[in-house]
């Protein structure tokens, strides 16, 4: 075992503090990586104040990593000392069952293992990105290529893949009409994405105060759902939504911007139950669906997709001691658009 530095939440709801844990010794199929920065995800503040359930304390978050090899094990083939990598929401899953088989790790039918907040294999708990180094069997290790710089590439591994999946999942790309619910550290990036698919694309936010950032990130048209108008003008006219906020929505107002048998996606987990009527479904012959990350592969192909376009999170880059502010601002919907923190300040 090798202790590193790291920042902890040391129970529910308390500021997380500068800490110390072990990371086990690399073995035969591990990867070591040298975490260069580690971004902030709404989900890390979900979790942290056990805002969905009972969680593992003390707990190490963050999920959306970016680093350099360190060391390898025996047995690792696809990576090698000094490789830009990357290592996002899970770190193993069963490998045996339909899905894991299928490239969908992240529906493993026994539960993936989580970079943090979860039980590994050896029965240890799982510490994620807000940490010096992390080890992770080479399986669960994504290559970041070179023309991504790794501090705008960190919020891939969370927000972009969590975007990417369901935009091609539900065939974003010239002549659909997408829209974005939220342009936030998820909706940002799915602006991007859609936008390089190809798609035509709205941004649906509370109001129009990030009209310029749209515009700017590749959005086609910006409205504001604080508007009653906007529903109005606005019904029938969406092939997918993708929804990325974590608040309760009037779910079936969104589901009256779609076209007849046209998706809203969701991404984002509310805390709390939603309630639908179901004729906002049937009477479009609508589908309401959910999305989860993405597979390794996808998650690769996202991150070779990226860099193809150009495409990085813009990002705030904060020091370690400055975790407990970016939590409060990111609350407070005071990012643009995704904390990443820079690990050597840790």
């Known amino acids: 075992m090798t202790t590193v530095a790291a920042y902890a939440a040391p129970s529910a709801k308390a500021p997380l503090e500068r800490t110390t844990i072990e990371r086990r010794e690399p073995g035969e199929f591990d990867v ?31 999920h959306e990593i970016a680093g350099v090899v360190a060391a390898v094990g025996s047995g ?4 090698s000392v000094g490789d830009r990598v990357g290592v996002g929401c899970m770190v193993d899953s069963c490998r045996e069952c339909v ?19 979860g039980i590994g294999k050896d029965g240890e708990p799982t510490y994620g990105g807000y940490a010096q180094t992390i080890v992770v ?5 994504v290559r970041i290529p070179d023309g991504l710089p790794l501090d705008v590439a960190a919020p891939l591994l969370c927000a972009g893949i969590t975007l990417y999946s369901p935009l091609k999942r539900f065939g974003a790309g010239p002549g659909k009409k997408v829209a974005i619910v939220g342009l936030g550290g998820l909706g940002h990036m799915g602006v991007k994405i859609a936008h390089a698919l190809g798609a035509e694309v709205t941004v649906l936010s ?4 990030k009209k310029d950032d749209g515009l700017k990130l590749g959005a086609d048209h910006y409205y504001a759902t604080s508007d009653p108008k906007t ?15 974590s608040a309760p929505l009037d779910f079936g107002a969104y589901l009256s911007l779609l076209k007849t048998e046209g998706t809203l996606a969701n991404v984002g987990a509310p805390e709390e139950p939603i309630s639908l009527n179901l004729f906002s479904l049937i009477g479009g ?24 376009h150009g495409l990085g999170a813009q990002i705030e ?23 990443v923190i820079d690990t050597a300040t840790i």
């Open 231 to 245: 529903f109005e003008e606005l019904a029938g006219t969406f092939d997918l939504i993708v929804s990325t906020v």
């Open 285 to 308: 012959g609508r589908t309401l669906a959910g999305s989860m990350i993405g597979g390794i592969a996808e998650t690769q192909e996202m991150l070779d997709f990226c860099a193809e």
């Open 317 to 339: 880059l904060i020091r370690a001691d400055q975790i407990n502010e970016a939590y409060e601002r990111v609350l407070a919907s005071d990012v643009r658009y995704r904390f």
């Open 206 to 209: 509370q109001s129009l105060r």
């Open 32 to 62: 070591l990586i040298d975490i260069k920065f580690a971004g902030i995800c709404h989900s890390d503040i979900h979790q942290a104040r056990e805002g969905w359930g009972e969680a593992i304390f003390p707990m190490v978050p963050g």
């Open 137 to 141: 069997d080479e399986n669960y290790v």
């Open 99 to 117: 899905n894991c088989k299928a490239g969908r790790e992240q529906y493993c039918v026994k539960g993936n293992v989580p970079t943090y907040n």
């Open 76 to 79: 690792v083939t696809k990576f």
